[in-house]
């Protein structure tokens, strides 16, 4: 286990030895600049005739909400049934040692 002293939170931001930042950080740069390519280029798209509107991002986020919402259940099923195996199998133990 790597135990490392205290630190103030905002300093282990900037901890960059065993963080995940050096895997992502060309992925997140490419993210950051097709951000801001968007944001200068808003005016202009008008004038391209462009509409944005906000019925694809609903759609998209209803179908990403309803699959987490399986996802849990599912989840949340097999955490039930090793939760009542783990039970069956203690009390069976408890029985098995009061009658040896």
Known sequence: M??????????????WHGSVLS????????????????ILGYPWYSTLGIHLTTAPFSLIGVSIAIFLGFRNNASYARFIEART?????????????ALG
């Open 85 to 97: 195996l783990w039970g069956n199998m203690q009390h069976y133990s408890a029985l098995a040692a």
């Open 2 to 15: 790597i135990v490392r002293p205290h630190q103030h939170w905002f300093l282990r931001l900037f901890d």
């Open 23 to 38: 895997r992502i950080a060309f992925r997140l740069s490419l993210n950051l600049l097709m951000s801001v390519i968007a």
